[in-house]
Each structure stands twice: as structure tokens, then as C-alpha cells.
């Protein structure tokens, strides 16, 4: 089982990520998927999540309207489109699967496979 996270990295307030995760290795459509983040000295916390189909989103506080979630089940590869970037965004960002219902999806302890996370640094 992997999961690859890619796209941080260094952008300006107001500005503009893409992350993507690519899963290998299980069966990806059978799962809901979430996006966390960690900040130095926080607890992580879920961000944007969508459901097996991709039909069904939900958003945290956090994202602000401004996150967009979206995976593509034939490329095996979830997305977060990330806009209008504040530096409080400024975190390890993480994409983890789950198989339990989606009303839990915002329980980062019922998630059962974890990417090694990419780095999101907005400047001020």
C-alpha cells in the first residue's frame, strides 16, 4: 500500500497549490479519502474530504471556500486545488483512506492508510 503526495511547497498570500496523492497497491475506489494538515505544534486536523465515488464532498472550517477536493478513481490520484492561500495554511499535508462510514470520515483514527505528507509553506 502507498500513498504519494506531491505539489507543496513555498507560495505567497493570495496565492495558489495543488496537491495530489497517488495511491497504489489496494483497491481505491473502495475507500473515502481525506485531506489533513499539521502545523508546527497543532494537533492535525482535516481539511477537505470526498467519498468512494467522488460524488459527496465536505469541507472543514478551515478550508474557507477555498480548498476544492477531487480525485480521479481510473488514475488512482485525489487532488486538493488550494486557493486564496493565508499563511496560517502553513502545514504538513497529509491524504489518508478509510473504509468506515462517511459519517466518520472526519476521525483521523478510523483512517487506514496514511501518505508521508508534503510540505505547504504561504508567506506573509
Known amino acids: 500500500v502507498q500513498l504519494q503526495a506531491s505539489g507543496g511547497g513555498l507560495a505567497q498570500t493570495g496565492g495558489s497549490l495543488r496537491l495530489s496523492c497517488a495511491a497504489s497497491?489496494?483497491?481505491?475506489?473502495?475507500?473515502?479519502i481525506g485531506w489533513f494538515r499539521q502545523a508546527p505544534g497543532k494537533e492535525r486536523e482535516g481539511v477537505a474530504f470526498?467519498?468512494?465515488?467522488?460524488?459527496?464532498?465536505y469541507y472543514a472550517y478551515a478550508a474557507g471556500g477555498r480548498f476544492t477536493i477531487s480525485r480521479d478513481n481510473a488514475k488512482h490520484t485525489v487532488y486538493l486545488q488550494m486557493n486564496s492561500l493565508k499563511p496560517e495554511d502553513t502545514a504538513i499535508y497529509y491524504c489518508?483512506?478509510?473504509?468506515?462510514?462517511?459519517?466518520?470520515?472526519?476521525?483521523?483514527?478510523?483512517?487506514?492508510?496514511w501518505g508521508q505528507g508534503t510540505e505547504v509553506t504561504v508567506s506573509s
Open positions: 497497491g489496494f483497491t481505491f475506489d473502495d475507500y473515502h
Open positions: 489518508g483512506v478509510t473504509k468506515a462510514r462517511w459519517r466518520y470520515v472526519r476521525i483521523s483514527s478510523r483512517y487506514d492508510y
Open positions: 470526498i467519498d468512494d465515488t467522488g460524488g459527496t464532498t
